[in-house]
């Protein structure tokens, strides 16, 4: 093994619990044993995203709240999950959040594997909803139950430093002194951890699980 690993500045990246799964594509081909996790850390959908920030975080929330409506005690598996979100790509902080989304739940869009046979599907099973348009609002469905959930995460619950804003012009203008630059890092980080660990009140709303229509029904 080789133990080489990526050294995060923040290290309460390191306590956020992971998300493991089932993938049995995975197991088909001989990437893991049959019943072994595929194991996604927070510090995957940093490695993803090239940054962490509240949106990020925000993401990987979602999925383990929308994961655990649905699946409850059951073992969770990859390439089962079907995702909308509600409004464009571009519309706020979507596109990023769809990419941590894909990378954990195995849900793509066009680009996705196009299965063997019938089997292992993962195209075409995230889409955005133009018609529906919603800030960050992500509905997970059951391919197999046909179970339903809609996660919410409402980021301008977060506080702000009032400082934030002007450390922020001046970092991104080459102008912050090596101590704005930390005290910046410091804020912006503070407010990624309130967002994994909710130390804000009312960051997520998760809708009641209901049974939609499956797709092969």
Known sequence: MCGIQTRWK????????????RDPLAEFLGAIEEGEPLIFTYGDAVKLAGHSC????????????????????????????????????????????????????????NTGFGGLGDKFVRRDLLAFDEAEEEPNAFVFTRTDTGQSVKVTFHPARLPQAPAMS?????????????????????????RV????FEEVDGLFTV???HRCRKADE
């Open 10 to 21: 923040q290290i309460f990246y390191e306590d956020v619990p992971p998300i493991e799964l």
């Open 54 to 109: 509240p949106s990020v975080a925000g993401a990987y929330q979602i999925i383990r709240k929308a994961l655990g409506a649905l699946y409850r005690k059951e073992t969770l598996v990859r390439g089962q999950i079907r995702v909308r979100v509600l409004g464009k790509p571009e519309y706020g902080a979507n596109g990023p959040m769809a990419q941590v989304i894909m990378l954990i739940t195995g849900a793509a869009g």
């Open 166 to 190: 002007k450390l922020f012009v001046k970092c991104i203008s080459g102008t912050a002194t090596s101590k704005q630059k930390v005290a910046f890092e410091d804020l912006w980080q503070a």
């Open 193 to 196: 951890k309130a967002v994994l």
């Open 207 to 209: 809708g009641a699980v």
